[in-house]
Structures are given as structure tokens and as C-alpha cells.
């Protein structure tokens, strides 16, 4: 099991467009996606943890009209700036998923300009679906081939003809060891010759186990194209809709019918980890699909508490609207810079930062099973359970308030909010207030759970060395060095550490101890799978180890 996607959440990224590139590839080397640096302060405040980049390489206007799968495109830059952004990120606790675009390529792809100059004698005929010399092609070519959903500006591969698919695991290759990407997300899966990705799967398990495949599916079973031979998960389209649509037509009975279907005991994908999403490039930004935008936190607060890994899609975390037309996808795909992001909704930033450190923490919202508790049109209220915890979460898309009314079972007193650190007794049959438009993550406890949002973190900003590398508070683009190994840390968050014994660790949260007061470290012992808590001034502490003075814990 490919357990960082459980524990990730998503940043959806169109490079082409956020970075304001030109429309058509005019051939001029230019760095523009090396901005995405300057963003990683932000990504972190987000609690974002994994990025995924739409096309990167070379292509002739949109990136899904690839030229050369082995160059990053010069719009955005090169394969070392390329390479410098994925180490960056990685260097920043951030995974990397590229776009596999796998089905077609654009007319610019340098074997299909073989076939053109080379006609019926070009060695690469057979590297494209259906391609004869019948007739003409609807471009004026000499030949006929096969273009994706009847847009011959797209022409689709032959994924049967073994130099295809020898050149295309090439790429793939090349990207591991090069980038040391860690995930693709496959497009138009459903077109993909699915013993293609029957080889793919076997291919990157055998490169990088921990690998991760994802499907672009729209229609059909899930389980055709995620399963333990072919790809790791797909696009969830089915929640897509009824997160908004539910709230649209005041009806939680829509999103509660798909969610029980899917992920209750005995649903159709209880097994996937899906990929979550509100909006994307290809349709319309959740700001402009909602009648009344006051739902933006509860759609975004039910999908980050659902079954599945969530994605936000780049600016909409500041409620940023955008349409397609049938002519121009161009307003999904907007630049976007730092500080200059028009009508920005800085409330909703602040609350999708809270639901990622919340998931961030709550292993039921990573893992958990899915019950439905209570189910009302305008109210909605779910569970989920793991390893003995109980999480339930509470919607109200009502302006009024209301009150969530269900059955709190288990053998704790309280019932804490993680967003608010309000504690309620558990009485068995509860009632809780929320307020209008509002929503509550209810962990069964004794009244010992709380969550500190502390918006600093530290981003890692240069790779020169260990020694040199920086620091900085994410909201205050300040410097600051990196102390010496034999000095004790100076602060603890979130996030990787490494035990003086070489044990691998996950800082979950600080916390205080009930009764005493002290300031405890609450982690999970990698190898052990165990988590435990220890006072903060001894996880900070210097030791003595094999004769060397060493921190006790330090950041990986």
C-alpha cells in the first residue's frame, strides 16, 4: 500500500498557463516556471504536500500536444531548472506527479514529421493508431490517422507496437532518474490501451515500488482501470459533481448516496484511495459552479474529509472564478503571481490551510472506513473510524444555524472540535450547534485533543549544501541560517525527523499534557508503527551518542 497518498494533499498545477507562457510554442528559452519556487512558502501554508504539474514537456501549444517527451518544454524553462524545482520540492517534504500523456501526440511529434517527409517509407508508420494511405487526412496529409475524440491536432499512438511503448517507458525512466518524480496522473486513461498500462504498472513498480499511477476516468467502474495490475487510483467524477451540485440544490442526500455507494463497508471502491478534486483545468472553477459562494468552505471541508486524496486546483483556494467556453479554456488556465491575485478570498485560503493541517493530523480522514450518521437536505453528517479513533464530521449548508443530532457511540466523554478546540460531552445521542454555512470535525476523545494552527513554517530554499541551506517563516519571507548540529533545536513542527538511533519519524502535532501542562511532541516511529509522546525539551535535546555529541531528534 502507497501510503504517502492517504496522507497527501494535493496542488494542481497548469504550468503553461499559471505561468503566463504564449500560446502557440514560439522556440524562446525562457525560465517561467522557475516561479513555482517563489510559491512553495505558500504551498506549505496550505499544508499542501504534493504538487501536480500538467504538461511539462516540449509541445506545440497546450502541452497535451507533445513534441519530444524527453525535453522540458522552453516556455517553462530546461531539464536542470526542471530539475532544481523538483528538488526544491522534495526538499520541502513536497512530492512530484507529472501528467502522462500517453494516448496522443501533436502533429509536431518528430516521428509523425517522419511520416509526412517519408510517406509510406518512413520506419515510424506503425508507431500511429489506424494510419493508411487510403485517403487524406482532414489536415491535407497524404494519409489517414486516428485523432483523439475527433481533434486531429492530436494523434493518437499505437500503444500495441512495442517501439512505442519501449520509447514511452523510456521517458518515464528518464523522468525517476532524472526529476525523481514520484507519481503520473495518466490522461484520457480511458482511450489507453489498457495492457499499456498493465507494462507501465509493472515498469514503475519494478523502478520506484512506491510509485503511484492515476487515471484521468470520467465515466464507468473505477475498478476497469484501478486494480493491483493496472493503475493505483482515477479522478473520482462521480463525488466531483455531487459536491457541488448537492450544495446547489440543497440536497446532501445526493453526495451522501455517492459517498455510502462508494466507500461504506461493502461499497464498490471501499479499496481506492481516489483522487478528490473541486475543480480542474478542464471545468469550471468551483467559485463560478456554486450559486452561492458561502458554500466554498463546506465543499472544500467535505472533500478533505472524505474517502480519497484531495486536490485544489491553483487559485482557487482564493475563490477565483473562471468558465469555459467551447472556444476558449484559456480563463481555467489563468496566470497567476504572488500578491496580485484579484478579489483574492483570504478567509477561504485561511480555512483550506486548517483542513490540511487537520487531515494532516487525524489518521481516520486518511485511512478511516465511511459511515453515514445522519442525513438531512440541509444537513449532513458522517463518520470515520481507524485504529480506535472516531472523527465525525458535521455540515450545515443552511444559512441558519443548526444542530447535528446523531449517535455518538463508543466509550469516550468528549467530542472535540479540531477546527475550534471546543469540546462537547458525549451523552450518546448528541446534539451539536452549527452555525449557518458551517461545519464541524468532531474527534471522540476524553477531552485531551487540541490543534494549534501556527501559520509559521520553515521552506528550504537552497540545495547547495546541508551546511547552507536556509529557512524561512513561510508568512514573513525572512532568512535565517540553520543552526550546527550540536545545537538543540529550537523549534518542532509538523514534518520529518530522524531519531539519534536512525529511526525514521513523523511528527504529528504539539500538544499539552492534560493535567500537567508540559508541552508534549506526539510522533509515529516509522519502522515501529507506533506513535508516541515525549516532553518537547527532551525530543529537542542534545545526547550522547557512540562518544559523539548529536540532537537527540533532527529534521530530515
Known amino acids: 500500500m502507497k501510503q504517502w497518498i492517504n496522507k497527501s ?89 507529472l501528467d502522462g500523456v500517453f494516448n496522443h501526440v501533436g502533429r509536431d511529434f518528430w516521428a509523425f514529421k517522419d511520416v509526412q517527409q517519408n510517406k509510406q517509407n518512413s520506419m515510424y508508420c506503425g508507431w500511429f493508431h489506424n494510419l493508411n494511405f487510403g485517403g487524406n487526412s482532414p489536415k491535407g496529409d497524404p494519409f489517414w490517422y486516428e485523432g483523439w475524440s475527433g481533434h486531429y491536432d492530436l494523434v493518437k499512438l499505437n500503444l500495441q507496437n ?42 514503475c513498480n519494478r523502478k520506484k515500488p512506491d510509485f503511484w499511477l492515476m487515471g484521468e476516468i470520467i465515466h464507468g467502474d473505477y475498478n476497469r482501470w484501478a486494480n493491483e495490475n493496472m493503475l493505483d487510483s482515477v479522478t473520482n467524477y462521480e463525488c466531483y459533481k455531487g459536491l457541488y451540485s448537492s450544495h446547489n440544490d440543497h440536497n446532501y442526500f445526493e453526495i451522501a448516496h455517492s459517498l455510502q455507494r462508494q466507500f461504506s463497508q461493502g ?18 472553477r468551483i467559485a463560478s459552479q456554486l450559486k452561492d459562494k458561502n458554500h466554498l468552505k463546506n465543499c472544500y471541508t467535505l472533500m478533505y474529509c472524505m474517502p480519497g486524496v484531495p486536490s485544489v486546483y491553483y487559485g482557487s483556494e482564493w475563490g477565483i472564478e473562471g468558465r469555459r467556453t467551447r472556444s476558449n479554456d484559456r480563463p481555467l488556465r489563468p496566470e497567476l503571481n504572488l500578491g496580485k491575485i484579484e478579489n483574492a478570498d483570504e478567509d477561504l485560503n485561511k480555512w483550506i490551510s486548517k483542513l490540511g493541517k487537520v487531515r494532516s493530523v487525524l489518521e481516520p480522514l ?42 455518538a457511540v463508543g466509550g469516550f466523554s468528549k467530542l472535540t472540535d479540531a477546527l475550534t478546540n471546543e469540546s462537547f460531552d458525549n451523552t450518546g445521542y448528541v446534539r451539536i450547534p452549527v452555525c449557518g454555512y458551517g461545519a464541524r470535525i468532531l474527534v471522540m476523545n476524553n477531552g485531551d485533543f487540541s490543534l494549534s494552527f501556527d501559520d509559521k513554517t520553515e521552506v528550504v530554499t537552497n540545495l547547495e549544501s546541508e551546511e547552507n541551506a536556509v529557512s524561512i517563516p513561510a508568512k514573513k519571507n525572512r532568512k535565517k541560517s540553520v543552526k550546527k548540529e550540536t545545537e538543540p533545536l529550537k523549534e518542532v513542527t509538523e514534518g520529518k525527523y530522524i531519531s539519534c538511533e536512525g529511526s525514521e519519524c513523523d511528527v504529528l502535532c504539539i500538544c499539552e499534557h492534560s493535567e500537567t501542562g508540559e508541552k508534549l511532541v506526539v510522533y509515529k516511529d516509522i519502522s515501529k508503527n507506533k506513535s508516541f509522546a515525549v516532553p518537547y525539551d527532551t525530543f529537542t535535546s542534545i545526547v550522547n551518542k557512540n562518544g559523539k555529541t548529536v540532537r537527540n531528534f533532527d529534521r530530515i
Open 162 to 203: 512495442s517501439y512505442v511503448v519501449e520509447h514511452l517507458l523510456g521517458a518515464v525512466e528518464m523522468w525517476i532518474d532524472e526529476f525523481d518524480i514520484d507519481g503520473l496522473r495518466l490522461d484520457a486513461a480511458d482511450c489507453v490501451d489498457m495492457n499499456f498500462f498493465r507494462q507501465l504498472k509493472d515498469f
Open 366 to 407: 486518511q485511512f478511516g472506513n465511511y459511515r453515514n450518521d445522519c442525513i438531512k437536505n440541509e444537513q449532513l453528517v458522517f463518520s470515520r473510524s481507524y485504529n480506535s479513533q472516531t472523527v465525525y464530521v458535521a455540515l450545515n449548508l443552511s444559512h441558519n444555524d443548526s444542530e447535528a443530532a446523531f449517535n
Open 9 to 97: 494533499v494535493f496542488y494542481h498545477i497548469y504550468p503553461l498557463g499559471f505561468c503566463g507562457a504564449p500560446e502557440y510554442n514560439d522556440g524562446v528559452q525562457s525560465y517561467r516556471l522557475d516561479k513555482i519556487i517563489d510559491w512553495i512558502p505558500h504551498l506549505k501554508a496550505l499544508n499542501i504536500n504534493a504538487v501536480y504539474f500538467g504538461p511539462v514537456f516540449e509541445s506545440t501549444k497546450h502541452g497535451y500536444d507533445t513534441k519530444d517527451y524527453y525535453k522540458i518544454d522552453v516556455r517553462l524553462g530546461d531539464n536542470a531548472s526542471f530539475k532544481k524545482i523538483c528538488d526544491l520540492l522534495h526538499a520541502n517534504g513536497i512530492k512530484v506527479v
Open 267 to 284: 461499497g464498490i471502491y471501499q479499496k481506492l484511495t481516489l483522487y478528490s478534486f473541486l475543480d480542474n483545468h478542464d471545468v469550471d
